[in-house]
């Protein structure tokens, strides 16, 4: 949903956090994409194990925005949850991305 909502979102946001999914509703994304996203900083995030959302899907995600994204991506050795390796990365990209105050 966080792809979804934010490639389709009028404004520009500071970023997108795409863990474990994929983009829902692909085939709309052409005719729907705003233009605010592009460049929009995105972490792209997966378990090499998830049974739930399989690991191409995410990939596919990626590779497809990778262009239009301002995006990274990477895979950790678990399955569809969160392990403190990628709960750092993201700490360490939303410090980038989200000026402090």
Do not use: K, N
Not at 14 to 29: D, F, G, I, P, R
Not at 38 to 54: I, R
Request: proline letters at 5%.
């Amino acid at each position: 949903m966080a792809l979804h909502v934010a490639l389709r979102w009028p404004e520009r946001l500071a970023a997108v956090v795409a863990m474990s999914t994929y983009l829902v509703l692909e085939a709309s994304l052409e005719a729907e994409r705003s233009p605010a996203s592009d460049g929009m900083p995105a972490f792209f995030a997966h378990g090499t194990d998830d049974g739930v959302v399989d690991i191409t899907r995410g990939q596919r995600a990626h590779d497809l925005l990778a262009d239009r994204l301002d995006a990274s991506w990477a895979s950790y050795p678990m399955t569809h949850e969160v392990c403190i390796d990628e709960i750092l990365d993201l700490r360490d990209f939303l410090g980038e991305v989200i000026p402090t105050v």
